[in-house]
């Protein structure tokens, strides 16, 4: 017994250290990879020596002789900190996601492919600007010093994520840069899931009931639209089967309610207590791990500028020089429009237009997938654009027998030069520069607000297209592609485009909420992404005869919902204060005491607070306790709370409140009926998760903010290394954006929010503050991958100076740059 014990011992004992052996050797593979801040290197393509200082925040400072170096060194810095991160998104917009991760991404890959995105942007290059072709050379050559340094020192493939996966690297192109505009551009849109959503709904309700779930900003009505079956032959009546795409970590397609976001806005020198102009910008996007931002200082010639990069991209998006500040939202115009294409019965290459059938414009295309057989597709392209899948967005539930869909959208072009725009926002020195630069944007649709040293100023930017007056659907759903009334007529010049300049409030800015009431076709959009923070917005703004960058970090961190405000009212109206008293431990008892917590909250969605939890749950189960009889299924898709639903349904507007009878019982229920159910559902709900205990419930503990890897961050035990997880307050509707899942698992995790925060005052511009929601390094075994996360989500910020010895006082480390002669 004593030598088998003996031999267990040493086999567990040999087990432990081939472990701890595989683990040392893991780390040290993955350690490889970890940059060297603090060195000196010799690279191809630079005119001077060039400097890039990290500051005590790891924000490059990129100090050159001449622009191309600076753009050179950005490039650099990118391919540094976020290497696995660029080439995925790479590979993604050029679908070829599917050659690494297999057949989980196939789908994904056959859309990307359709749309041709990456082909588009490599024609796109020859169409910018003479200094925006020299900052992508520039960039891409700093990039492929970089890639040039790990293969020539054996740095670890550059990621830790190259070991487990596959990857090889080609040299970065400029046609690369463009093509992540382009992507950034699909993840800001959700139109296409939008027209789907108000089609499907509009083949079970009613005109009126229509407007009730998927309701448009408050202002002025739209004419009558038809019933989406209405616009098709009566004897085809049925629509294809579809499958919905599964959703990945690395889809860059948007669902309705989850595309781009954000809020910016500026005061003038009268509405400014130091004098100066202030601006303050958080763009919103989903959480990923690392984030979509990475902060960067660029020393150009004629100053420097500081802000916002995206990885991948040669410019600051949302961020400052010394006299211009701007900040940028996503705008909500409607540059995407959906058609059906009927078929030639006798051919189905051919599709219908005005003057007859006419061939598809086709290639063949080859999808290489990992472990399995390639994939051959054949594109398709009529005259309104590539033919979709019909498991894309659910579009085959739309779709007639015989036709397919194709899709019009702006950014769909060769002759795209937003990426120029972009380069040349940084180099205006005034409002009016920056304004006249945005005119070559195409997309992403972007509301630019801008300040210099004495205006301020807000345009939207982004190709708007020219619609008929005729239209049939008015660009809301799909509509029938052979018909020249449903046709664009090119676009809208950008004069028409609205702007908002040195307006006499002195306050200009924008939530996402509708920008002007204009009829169709200059409409902009029917569809906008806020009717709610705008009023808290407005409240704060106005509260103030003026402000400090203190006052707009508040308003930035503001955690109020009005929507709570506005609905409690409404939905507990006849439940505070009208129930006898019930003993302890009984359903009635529990919904008292949840009144009662309710009944003296402020609406603060704040993370320590139970009331948050309780008010975000009653309204979640009340809205589905109102549509799902209706919806059936498709109440599935609406599993954000809709605000302006619920109060139109709890003031009976147009007949309204019809949606709290239960079709399918025989008793009239009322809408306090439904009230009460519902918060009977939610304490139920809670009771399972969190206890009884309502007063020790954290609003928090649901509402967390989840920074994922978006491929390692379902694998067991790496997931801890790799997910950034954080309790946050603000919810929905506030201004500090938290949106939530809406998942049944998990339906209060925060996945969209404000990666990057910014408030810049040009009274004193280096006093001026930034952060982000994670960190400046993409290796999860880096002090950086997640150092900035606990400041944002506390609400704390970090210098945004351009003062060069600021930056040298506490570097950690700086990288000098030689040219190989």
């Given amino acids: 017994m004593a030598l088998i014990f003996r031999w267990l011992m040493r086999l567990t004992g040999g087990m432990i250290a081939v472990a701890v052996l595989t683990m040392l050797g893991i780390y040290f593979l993955a350690s490889r990879s970890l940059p060297d801040y603090d060195k000196t290197l010799q690279v191809s393509g630079l005119s001077a020596p060039l400097e890039i200082v990290r500051d005590n925040a790891n924000v490059p400072h990129i100090l050159g002789a001449s622009d191309a170096d600076v753009f050179f060194g950005l490039g650099y810095a990118h391919a540094q900190d976020r290497l696995w991160q660029m080439v995925t998104l790479r590979r993604t917009v050029q679908g070829r996601l599917s050659e690494v991760f297999g057949t989980r991404t196939v789908e994904i890959d056959t859309v990307m492919r359709r749309l041709d995105l990456y082909p588009l942007a490599q024609a796109a290059v020859r169409h910018q600007d003479a200094r925006t072709q020299v900052a992508l050379k520039a960039y891409a050559d700093g990039v492929n010093a970089r890639l040039d340094e790990i293969n020539q020192n054996a740095l670890g493939r550059g990621a830790p994520e190259m070991f487990l996966f596959n990857m090889p690297i080609a040299p970065w192109q400029p046609a690369d840069s463009i093509a992540m505009v382009k992507l950034m551009a699909l993840r800001l849109t959700g139109q296409i899931d939008t027209e789907v959503l108000r089609a499907r709904t509009s083949l079970l309700l009613p005109a009126e009931r229509l407007l009730d779930i998927l309701p448009d900003a408050p202002g002025a009505g739209i004419a009558a639209l038809p ?25 860059p397609f948007s669902r309705a309610g989850f595309s781009g976001a954000s809020n910016a806005w500026a005061a003038a020198t009268s509405r400014s207590a130091a004098g100066g102009t202030l601006l303050a910008s958080d763009p919103h996007m989903g959480f990923t791990a690392p984030g979509s931002w990475y902060l960067a200082r660029l020393q150009l010639q004629q100053g420097g500028v500081i802000g916002a990069t995206i990885p991948g991209i040669p410019a600051v998006l949302s961020g400052r020089s010394d006299v211009l500040g701007w900040g940028i939202t996503a705008a909500y115009l409607d540059d995407q429009d959906l058609y059906v294409e009927e078929l ?14 006419k061939p598809f414009r086709s290639r063949k295309s080859i999808l290489q997938v990992a472990e399995e057989k390639p994939v051959t597709l054949t594109l398709r392209w009529s005259d309104n654009g590539p033919v979709l899948p019909a498991s894309f967005n659910d579009i085959g539930t739309i779709t007639p027998k ?3 869909a194709t899709l019009n959208w702006t950014a769909l072009t060769e002759e795209d030069r937003s990426i120029t725009a972009a380069i040349n926002v940084m180099y205006a020195r005034t409002v009016q520069g920056a304004m006249a630069a945005g005119e070559d944007m195409v997309a992403p649709a972007l509301n630019m607000v801008l300040v210099d040293e004495s205006q301020i100023a807000m345009k939207t930017l982004g190709k708007m297209p020219r619609r008929q007056s005729g239209h049939q659907s008015q660009g809301r759903m799909p509509s029938p592609g052979w018909l020249e009334e449903n046709r664009w007529q090119g676009s809208h010049s950008y ?43 407005t409240r704060l703004m106005q509260s103030r005869q003026v402000h400090t960058r203190d006052s707009f970090i508040e308003t930035q961190l503001d955690t109020v919902s009005p929507a709570a405000r506005t609905l409690l009212p409404l939905i507990g109206a006849d439940l505070w204060f009208t129930g006898a008293a019930a003993p302890d431990g009984t359903p009635e008892r529990q919904r008292q005491r949840a009144l009662a917590l309710l009944a003296n909250w402020n609406g603060e969605m704040n993370e320590h607070m139970p009331e948050p939890l309780i008010y975000a749950a009653w309204v979640r189960a009340l809205q589905e306790r109102l549509i799902r009889d209706d919806l059936g299924p498709l109440a599935d898709q609406f599993n954000q709370v809709e605000p302006l639903f619920i109060e139109r349904v709890y003031r009976d507007v147009d007949g309204a409140s019809i949606w ?8 009239v229920e009322s809408c306090t009926d439904m009230a009460r159910l519902a918060l009977d559902d939610a304490l139920l709900w809670i009771e399972e998760r969190y206890g009884q205990a309502l007063e020790s419930l954290q609003w928090g503990e649901a509402h967390q903010a989840a920074h994922d890897h978006p491929v390692l961050g379902d694998v067991p035990l790496l997931r801890s290394f790799v997910n950034i997880r954080q309790p946050t307050s603000g919810g929905d509707q506030t201004l500090m954006r938290g949106l939530a899942s809406g998942d049944a698992a998990d339906p209060f995790r925060n996945i969209h929010g404000a990666g990057y925060r910014g408030v810049y005052d040009f009274e ?50 700086v990288t000098v740059l030689r040219p190989v002669n």
């Fill in 495 to 537: 004069a028409a485009n609205p702007e908002f300049v040195n307006p006499i409030g002195g306050i200009v800015g924008n939530t996402n909420n509708k920008t002007v009431d204009r009829p169709f076709p200059l409409h902009v959009s029917f569809d906008w992404g806020d009717t709610q923070r705008i009023q808290r917005w």
């Fill in 227 to 251: 019933r989406y079956a209405d616009l098709f032959d009566a004897t085809l009546p049925r629509f294809t089967a579809s499958t919905p795409l599964p959703e990945h970590p690395l889809s």
């Fill in 402 to 404: 015989g036709h397919v």
């Fill in 764 to 813: 004193d511009p280096d006093s001026s503050v930034f952060i982000t929601a994670t960190g400046q390094s993409g290796h999860f075994l880096s002090r950086y991958y997640d150092d900035l996360g606990e400041l944002w989500r506390r609400g704390e910020y970090i210098p945004m100076s351009l003062d060069q010895d600021l930056a040298r006082a506490a570097a950690v480390g």
């Fill in 344 to 357: 030639n019965p006798e051919n189905s290459e051919e599709y219908r237009t005005p003057e007859g059938f």
């Fill in 660 to 667: 709290c009878d239960v079709i399918q019982s025989a008793p």
